[in-house]
């Protein structure tokens, strides 16, 4: 009877101790995730000193090479096709300089050239080129990668080649069945991304068809784009130029194939280039200049290809 | 005597430390759905929002208007509820009451493990199946329709009716079937007016799990239902309220009026399933009055 009990204690004792090591587990990792929250908070706090900070010393000096050792913040904003690219640069400049912290805020083209005018951003990311009365308010440009859109139909589609004003009116509507641009009789349907996807915003704002296209789908990423083209005989798509395979067919765009080295020399007119924007004549804080010249240098070209756009060098 | 009372206060925190958990977790959720989803609400209006039938969150004049997800989510469960409880209901029947015990088991088994099948590879296969079928059989440009969805949820709210209708089944008295039969009735007859109704509460419960399901379902709808945020139609690209968050969280800016304008989203559809929850606490209880 008593060899019962003790037995019974000892395992509850166990069952008790168990559960507090649960208890105890969860409690500490609540206890990271506070920390981490507070930290990703004053990295945000000091993203915003440095910013202020950087555009009041501005005579810290010219040097291109980079730094051995660097620390403080790095506030970049902008864009959110570019988020993936910035996103893998900043890893790697991060491994290599521990002490910096770089941030991205997406919250669109628009609002990254404001925070670089105004200051708020050290470095203001643009997935479209300065417009010249941006340019008259002292802002430049710093092209570091350029993005290819291609438009896929499905290979049954006999479509080779169309023209941009051809591909504005395949996505409104306008045009509904793909024998009106020399294709089969076959209805057209345009498979898209979500709204907030950057491809979506670099074809619909290259294309110039902003708020007017009609989708027969809305899919929530590149894979699925290709695989509903791939199985819609009707389907024609865009996707990002490197995740183009052999499932779907690239159509070449008034005569153009859509290939890094034509997106390179500009002649394949579905692209956009993804640039940073900084005041002109005003110095960068020596780490967003560190990183400026970093995304720009040969090293960043294969995190560049990696993320899904074109490296320029 | 002493170790018998520590041992059950211990074992009484530790059920009560449970029982806190998931009671905490609850309350957790529903605050935060509330104070997450109201500011998008209060931004754009409510009747604006609720019954608005335009939404475009990403233009330059953006539009929150979710009525078209709000009809697509009771179309859909709608379609998916008058497809599958019959099937539903006639298996249970056919499990509980006619097949031999050991085609019941089986078939039971089959049942058992089409609940256990992820919600993903129901979607994948409606949409390399499905999708494709319903385009050619109905001659459409696309097959990514409410049609595919409703079927896709048809089929994935079987097994919750089938087992919960069933077991509600077999709990009716065996003496009333006996009555029924001694009195001249056929064994089809006793079942359909004596077994049914005598386990209407329990099939009543299996349906509002199902819609309940239907409704909350994500993932598989994600992949069959095209996802353009159109009034509903039968063969035309829809949005259920599931969807509209989960395809455009990802790249809704923080602080953003479409990412509040999506938790709004998740309020609605959390309402939603509040109101199947209740009708089912409602369902349960009548029927234990009825008893």
Same mark, same amino acid.
């Given at each position: ?6 037995? &019974? ?10 559960? %507090? ?10 206890? %990271? ?17 440095? &910013? ?11 040097? %291109? ?41 997406? =919250? ?41 859109? &291609?438009?896929?139909?499905? =290979? ?50 290259? !294309? ?26 009707? %389907?024609?798509?865009? !996707? ?49 200049? &560190? ?23 | ?15 009560? *430390? ?8 609850? /309350? ?21 929002? @609720? ?22 989510? *009771? ?71 409410? @049609? ?9 709210? @079987?097994?919750?009716? *089938? ?5 509600? @089944? ?32 329990? *099939? ?36 259920? /309220? ?19 304008? /999506? ?29």
């Amino acid at each position: 009877m008593k060899l019962k009990k003790i037995a &019974a204690l000892i395992t509850v004792c166990a069952m008790g101790a168990s559960l %507090a090591a649960c208890g105890n587990d969860a409690a500490s990792t609540t206890a %990271a995730a506070t920390k981490a929250a507070t930290e990703a908070n004053d990295t945000t706090d000091a993203a915003t000193d440095a &910013a202020t900070s950087g555009e009041t010393e501005a005579d810290t000096g010219e040097d %291109a090479a980079l730094p051995e050792d660097l620390s403080g913040a790095v506030a970049t904003g902008g864009s959110t096709s570019v988020e993936a690219v910035i996103g893998a640069l900043s890893e790697a400049f991060m491994e290599e300089y521990p002490d910096v912290d770089v941030t991205y805020d997406p =919250t669109g083209s628009g609002a990254g050239i404001t925070g670089a005018s105004d200051g708020t951003l050290d470095l203001g990311l643009s997935s479209r080129s300065l417009k010249d009365e941006e340019k008259e308010q002292g802002l430049t440009e710093t092209t570091f990668a350029l993005d290819g859109i &291609a438009i896929v139909v499905n =290979t049954e589609n006999t479509i080779e080649d169309l023209s941009l004003e051809d591909i504005k009116s395949l996505a409104t509507g306008e045009i509904t069945n793909w024998s009106e641009v020399g294709g089969p009789d076959a209805p057209v349907v345009l498979i898209g991304r979500e709204a907030g996807s950057g491809t979506r915003d670099g074809f619909e704002s290259i !294309v110039d068809v902003e708020e007017q296209c009609v989708y027969e789908q809305e899919l929530t990423s590149t894979g699925a784009v290709m695989a509903a083209v791939a199985s819609n005989p009707n %389907a024609f798509g865009y !996707v990002s130029l490197s995740a183009v395979d052999d499932t779907v067919k690239p159509i070449t765009v008034d005569g153009v194939e859509a290939t890094e080295e034509t997106v390179l020399d500009g002649s394949y007119k579905i692209q956009r280039p993804f640039v940073f924007v900084t005041k002109e004549g005003e110095e960068l804080s020596e780490q967003a200049q &560190a990183f400026m010249d970093f995304a720009t240098s040969s090293a960043a070209s294969e995190l560049i290809a990696n993320a899904g756009a074109v490296p320029l060098k | 005597m002493k170790v018998k009372h520590i041992i059950e206060r211990v074992m009484n925190a530790v059920f009560f *430390i449970c029982g806190i958990v998931s009671i905490a977790a609850v /309350l957790l959720i529903t605050i935060y759905m509330i104070i997450a989803g109201i500011p998008a609400i209060r931004e754009v209006g409510i009747i604006d929002f @609720l019954f608005g039938t335009v939404w475009q969150s990403t233009a330059s004049d953006p539009k929150f208007g979710i009525l078209p997800f709000i009809l697509t989510s *009771i179309w859909g469960t709608l379609g998916a509820v008058i497809i599958g409880v019959p099937i539903g209901l006639f298996t249970a029947i056919y499990l509980a009451k006619m097949a031999p015990p050991k085609l019941a088991a089986g078939v039971h088994a089959a049942v058992e493990l089409l609940a256990g099948i992820p919600s993903v590879v129901y979607g994948l296969i409606g949409m390399m199946v499905l999708v494709p079928g319903i385009m050619n059989l109905f001659n459409l440009k696309s097959g990514s329709t409410l @049609l595919a969805a409703i079927l896709v949820l048809a089929v994935m709210i @079987l097994p919750g009716i *089938i087992s919960v209708s069933e077991t509600a @089944l077999k709990a009716v008295p065996k003496e009333y079937e006996e009555a029924s039969l001694g009195l001249g009735a056929t064994w089809t007859e006793t079942i359909f007016k004596v077994s049914v109704p005598a386990a209407k509460s329990g *099939i009543a419960a299996g349906i509002v799990l199902g819609v309940g399901r239907a409704v909350g379902e994500a993932m598989a709808v994600i992949m069959v239902a095209g996802n353009v945020a159109n009034m509903p139609g039968l063969f035309k690209s829809v949005r259920f /309220l599931t969807t509209a968050i989960a395809s455009e969280m990802s790249y809704a800016a923080d602080g953003s009026l479409q990412k509040n304008a /999506l938790f709004s989203i998740g309020l609605v559809l959390f309402c939603f399933i509040m109101i199947i929850n209740g009708i089912l606490g409602f369902v349960l209880k009548k029927g234990e009055k009825n008893k």
